[in-house]
């Protein structure tokens, strides 16, 4: 008779979820972070989080002390194969990180704007943003282009919804979504709920329920406090509770509120942007040193035409010398100077008539028509 013995596993160990004892495994191999959120199709942020939870349900800090934990007497589970690093080289760091979360990112900023067209403008100049500043970006290179992004979607110089709450109830003005292809009525009537909500809340909101952040993790990408971000968070759920119950629930505190507003977010975000068109790094790489260098040039080019025109009025030769006009010359008179000798053509001329006296009757001149040829 055989009996079945389970393989050992540390105590520790039998509390993690398949997720985290695969996460678990690609660190103990020596992979970094963004490799293991790579492979597991996972946002960074998300995959730090998955990672620290089951660092503390093992009890275990290092890499080392996680192989120790996981280590068992049996073969072990092969790991997933892993794809090369992003940090392998510029040209692959930065191609991977467009093929990989191009679509994510467009999705994630369409839940912003309710545009998919903006959403794609604004992280296509994110990411340019980044291929031009590549070497000075630091720490998680998705969420850089995300916060840029989020900026640019958000910016107030761009229609995207009230900036701020009113203490006074104004009226509401209309809020329209553009329905997309096979967009249903229940995604847009979210989208406008959301694009109704305040920007800071907007924003936090999506990063918490939209992409699964912890709040002191949303707190650090907004650049607040985490009371704050909490704060923000709650307000949007309450708000969104008032203006969609049908879809959300009327109760944000009750159990369960989070996971459904999150599925809904995901679904709006993958029905609305199902298959972004990716761009080509090379292109973002160039339009990001265009950007970069257009208002450079262009200040460039305006001090050389203005310290131009300066030296040019300087010497004499600015516009107002090519523009003044000479006065024109008198026209000739007809008539020679009393000096000069007649010329030839003056004896072809009629001689004028000379003017007559009056004389009044002929008897007072003492002539009459008859004797117009006597002597006196």
């Keep these: 008779m055989t009996t079945l013995v389970r393989p050992h596993r540390p105590s520790g160990a039998r509390l993690l979820t398949p997720r985290e004892a695969q996460a678990l495994a690609l660190l103990a191999a020596g992979h970094p972070t963004p490799v293991i959120a790579h492979a597991l199709g996972l946002p960074p942020d998300t995959t730090r989080v998955l990672l620290h939870r089951a660092l503390r349900k093992l009890g275990v800090r290092t890499r080392a002390e996680v192989a120790t934990a996981l280590a068992v007497p049996t073969a072990a589970a092969p790991a997933p194969a892993v794809e090369a690093p992003f940090e392998v080289s510029f040209e692959v760091s930065?191609?991977?990180?467009?093929?990989?979360?191009?679509?994510?990112?467009?999705?994630?900023?369409?839940?912003?704007?309710?545009?998919?067209?903006?959403?794609?403008?604004?992280?296509?100049?994110?990411?340019?943003?980044?291929?031009?500043?590549?070497?000075?970006?630091?720490?998680?290179?998705?969420a850089w282009v995300r916060a840029h992004a989020f900026e640019r979607a958000l910016s107030p110089w761009r229609r995207g919804g009230p900036r701020r709450a009113h203490r006074?109830?104004?009226?509401?003005?209309?809020?329209?979504?553009?329905?997309?292809?096979?967009?249903?009525?229940?995604?847009?009537?979210?989208?406008?709920a959301l694009r109704r909500l305040p920007r800071p809340q907007r924003r936090a909101l999506v990063l918490h329920d939209g992409l699964g952040l912890p709040a002191a993790v949303v707190a650090t990408e907004v650049e607040s406090?985490?009371?704050?971000?909490?704060?923000?968070?709650?307000?949007?759920?309450?708000?969104?509770?008032?203006?969609?119950?049908?879809?959300?629930?009327?109760?944000?505190?009750?159990?369960?509120?989070?996971?459904?507003?999150?599925?809904?977010?995901?679904?709006?975000a993958v029905r609305g942007c199902p298959a972004p068109r990716r761009p080509a790094a090379l292109r973002l790489r160039l339009l990001g040193h265009l950007r970069a260098g257009l208002p450079t040039a262009a200040a460039g080019l305006l001090t050389l035409a203005v310290g131009t025109a300066m030296i040019a009025t300087l010497t004499g030769n600015g516009p107002s010398a090519h523009l003044h006009h000479p006065p024109a010359a008198s026209?000739?008179?007809?008539?020679?100077?009393?000096?000069?000798?007649?010329?030839?053509?003056?004896?072809?001329?009629?001689?004028?008539?000379?003017?007559?006296v009056s004389c009044g009757p002929l008897r007072i001149c003492g002539q009459h028509p008859g004797a117009r040829g006597s002597a006196h």
Excluded: N
């Excluded at 509401?172 to 979210?190: K, S, T």
């Excluded at 969609?244 to 009750?254: H, I």
């Excluded at 026209?331 to 001329?349: I, M, Q, Y």
């Design 94 to 142: 930065f191609g991977g990180l467009v093929e990989a979360a191009h679509a994510r990112l467009v999705q994630q900023t369409f839940l912003l704007t309710g545009r998919r067209h903006r959403a794609k403008h604004c992280v296509r100049l994110a990411l340019a943003e980044a291929g031009h500043r590549w070497r000075s970006v630091t720490g998680d290179p998705e």
């Design 225 to 268: 406090s985490t009371p704050a971000a909490e704060g923000r968070i709650r307000a949007g759920r309450a708000a969104l509770a008032a203006a969609v119950p049908d879809l959300v629930g009327p109760d944000p505190l009750a159990p369960g509120f989070g996971e459904r507003l999150s599925a809904l977010l995901h679904g709006a």
């Design 331 to 356: 026209a000739p008179s007809a008539e020679p100077p009393p000096d000069a000798p007649a010329r030839p053509t003056d004896f072809l001329k009629h001689p004028e008539p000379h003017a007559t």
């Design 168 to 192: 006074l109830r104004l009226p509401r003005r209309r809020i329209h979504v553009h329905p997309e292809q096979a967009q249903p009525a229940r995604d847009r009537a979210l989208l406008r």
